[in-house]
């Protein structure tokens, strides 16, 4: 078993940046990494802070330096996980085609592949959109894994799970009349923090704009209301489909990162403005605290790799515990302004 190894501080974003590469299959078993000098150059980084990183991720097992030609991807792992391991789990998220930015779900798994890697737990990765995804499937992998972990919102689409292997869901809001453990960023913290920041802006009418089909999206809109009208604030809801014509007297709340992206986009196409800067809006989740390419804009966020490790010491807790209860688990966010 390996010992657990502190991600060096000055590569760390090298370090992300190739993790996430190597996890979504960008770069492959056997494929050679950018060189020394390129990796100096586009993170800024000294020779040495550069080796460190290399060091580190040969250490954790994801890539192999080879005298006088360079670092590959290690061809001893299958998604990063070496041969020796025994645990088997089986992870279910979303199709790669949505992970060549960064996002969410892959720094979820970034965490969750690094307690992996130091505890000697495989992980057999399968893509699936979620409407892709059925109980028979779920089944299916049950009779070949220790457990599973599904990574994003399939309960949307999944009417009942009954496996005898433990479940841990993270995005989801159901747990299937207790039978899966699920995690998800603080809804109920969350909202308070969006409450604080609403009257701190001095609003009294927030617009809630969310997804019914998503019901983890949709709780956290219902906790916001909740919140707000027990401190005298006026609420109204519209789905994500609605046309918003945005009025500088209102707060909006927006369920996800991926939602007040949307409109800031449509925005800044219909105006020429930043919806941020013209209006008082707030999202949870913080995915433009992660991708470069979404419009800044205040949120409440959480370092999601931490929510990776949570996620893998709850699988690998009730593996090791069998009979052990599932459980609820939310992760406390932090306002970003």
């Not at 494929?31 to 586009?42: G, K, V």
């Not at 992996?116 to 028979?136: E, F, R, T």
């Not at 841990?168 to 998800?184: A, E, F, K, P, Q």
């Not at 983890?216 to 789905?239: E, I, K, N």
Request: glycine residues 8%; proline residues 4%.
């Amino acid at each position: 078993m390996r010992n657990k190894s502190r991600v060096p501080e000055k590569p760390s974003k090298l370090i992300s940046f190739l993790e996430e590469k190597i996890t979504i299959g960008v770069l492959s078993q056997g494929e050679r990494i950018p060189s020394i000098r390129q990796l100096m150059n586009q993170f800024d980084l000294s020779y040495g802070s550069v080796m460190r990183g290399i060091n580190y991720l040969e250490e954790i097992g994801l890539v192999d330096k080879q005298r006088g030609r360079g670092v590959f991807v290690s061809s001893g792992s299958t998604n990063g996980h070496a041969k020796q391991q025994t645990t088997r789990v089986a992870v279910f998220f979303y199709h790669p085609n949505t992970w060549h930015q960064p996002g969410i779900y892959s720094n979820i798994y970034l965490g969750l592949q690094r307690e992996a890697l130091a505890h000697q737990m495989q992980l057999v990765v399968d893509h699936l959109h979620p409407g892709n995804i059925s109980s028979q499937k779920i089944e299916a992998m049950a009779d070949e894994a220790h457990g599973i972990i599904l990574m994003g919102e399939y309960d949307t689409d999944i009417p009942n799970i009954a496996v005898k292997v433990p479940i841990v869901g993270v995005g989801m809001h159901h747990n299937y009349s207790g039978r899966i453990s699920v995690l998800d960023i603080d809804p109920i913290l969350s909202a308070r923090q969006a409450v604080s920041f609403f009257k701190s802006k001095n609003k009294q009418k927030v617009v809630c704009i969310g997804h019914d089909r998503f019901p983890g999206l949709h709780h956290r809109v219902q906790c916001f209301m909740q919140a707000w009208q027990d401190q005298g604030g006026s609420v109204t809801y519209r789905d994500a489909s609605s046309q918003i014509k945005f009025n500088d007297e209102l707060g909006y709340f927006f369920s996800t990162g991926h939602l007040i992206n949307d409109y800031s986009k449509e925005y800044q196409k219909k105006f020429g403005k930043i919806l941020s800067k013209d209006h008082c809006v707030l999202s949870i989740d913080g995915k433009n605290k992660i991708d470069d390419t979404y419009h800044k804009a205040p949120c409440v966020g959480l370092d999601w790799t931490v929510m990776g490790q949570a996620v893998f010491e709850e699988i690998h807790y009730r593996i090791d515990n069998p009979g052990s209860l599932p459980k609820r688990i939310y992760l406390p966010g932090r306002l970003y302004k």
